[in-house]
Structures are given as C-alpha cells and as structure tokens.
T-cell receptor, first 115, second 110 residues
Framework: SQTIHQWPATLVQPVGSPLSLECTVEGTSNPNLYWYRQAAGRGLQLLFYSIGIDQISSEVPQNLSASRPQDRQFILSSKKLLLSDSGFYLC??????????????FGEGSWLTVV | KNEVEQSPQNLTAQEGEFITINCSYSVGISALHWLQQHPGGGIVSLFMLSSGKKKHGRLIATINIQEKHSSLHITASHPRDSAVYICAVRLGGSQGNLIFGKGTKLSVKP
C-alpha cells in the first residue's frame, strides 16, 4: 500500500533562518507531488506541484522554493523565513502520470511557527 | 469573493443527528473532493465527485454540476465524526490546481 511521510511535524524557527520540510512517498512510482499551505483562518493554498524529477511548477510567488531530487522525495525550502511563512504545510501525492480525476492523498502536515 | 464557499463554518450537533455541509463554487471544474481533517492535522480524502452521488458507510456526497453545488451528508452522526470537513475543487484541464474552501468545523456531542 502507498504511504506518505512528512517531517518535521512541528517547527519553531526565527525570522531570517532557513527552512527545510521533507516529504517522501512509498509504494508507488512517478507520483505527482504537491506542497500546500493552510494559513490561520484560510483555506488550503497550493504552493508547488511536480509531475517528475526536477519538474516543478510554482502556483504563487513567495519566499519558498521546492525541489524534487528523487522520484518520491519532495522538499520545501526557504533561505530566509518571514513571519508570514507561519502556517500548516501539507505534502500530498496523486497517482502519475497525469490523471485529472485522481484522488489526492495528504501527509500528516507540518506546523511551522516563525518567531 | 472566494471561488469555493462552504457553509456553515461551524456546526454543533447531538449524536444521532443528520448533518449536511454545503459547498458552492463559481468556476468550471473537472472534479470536487470532500476531505476530512482531524484535530491532529492529518487530512484524508472522503470522496471525489464529478457527477451524481456517492455513498460510503454513513457518509453521502452529492454534486449538481449545473448549479455548481455539492453537499456532504452524515447520517446517524457520532462524536468520532468531529473534524473539519473541507470542500476542494479541481479546475478543468489542470492537473495540480486544487482550490479549497475554508472548511466546516463539526462537533458532535454525545
């Protein structure tokens, strides 16, 4: 069966420090991978999605970047965190190749607080 | 105006009650998801709909494409149903672009 792992679960970082959130998927190959953010009081927002290694699309301009060094690994990074980066970050996957009507599976999420 | 609107934002029910959560959207979609987020943050997918109605256990989801509206029903609600329920739509022709509602926080009292 397929599983998705995301870490760390919680993170408190000072403003200006770097960020690295990691996500891995097991039990499938060539998944589509996603990073979402849920800011306080708002719905989930798609940040990045990837259909393959080194193929990443950014949905919104921001202080964050994403990388996919391996087929089932997706990393969310920042060189210098801002207070506005605080929120709940979710990694997700769906079956690849492109399947517009597929189901999307989410990880447990990472709570980031920038202080 | 948000592209996906959910109502109500908060809902408190007594155990056994029939519950309905509504979702309206204003864009063309290829599919609609109902998701459940538990207090620990983990999110699971309940349903993916492109037309009609789906049922799983005590959960029923319906969608009316012409009216751009979907409902999630819970029959014989139970305290373990307490969670945030999120409606999300997948835009037509786009692989990754999901737009999410703000969620409905459901609390079922014993």
């Amino acid at each position: 069966s397929q599983t998705i792992h995301q870490w760390p679960a919680t993170l408190v970082q000072p403003v200006g420090s770097p960020l690295s959130l990691e996500c891995t998927v097991e039990g499938t190959s060539n998944p589509n991978l996603y990073w979402y953010r849920q800011a306080a009081g708002r719905g989930l927002q798609l940040l990045f999605y990837s259909i393959g290694i080194d193929q990443i699309s950014s949905e919104v301009p921001q202080n964050l970047s994403a990388s996919r060094p391996q087929d089932r690994q997706f990393i969310l990074s920042s060189k210098k965190l801002l207070l506005s980066d605080s929120g709940f970050y979710l990694c997700a996957w769906s079956a690849g190749p492109i399947m517009p009507r597929g189901t999307i599976y989410f990880g447990e999420g990472s709570w980031l607080t920038v202080v | 105006k948000n592209e996906v609107e959910q109502s109500p934002q908060n809902l408190t029910a007594q155990e056994g009650e029939f519950i309905t959560i509504n979702c309206s959207y204003s864009v063309g979609i290829s599919a609609l998801h109902w998701l459940q987020q538990h207090p620990g943050g983990g999110i699971v997918s309940l349903f993916m709909l492109s037309s009609g109605k789906k049922k799983h256990g005590r959960l029923i989801a319906t969608i009316n494409i012409q009216e751009k509206h979907s409902s999630l029903h819970i029959t014989a609600s139970h305290p373990r149903d307490s969670a945030v329920y999120i409606c999300a739509v997948r835009l037509g022709g786009s692989q990754g672009n999901l737009i999410f509602g703000k969620g409905t926080k459901l609390s079922v009292k014993p």
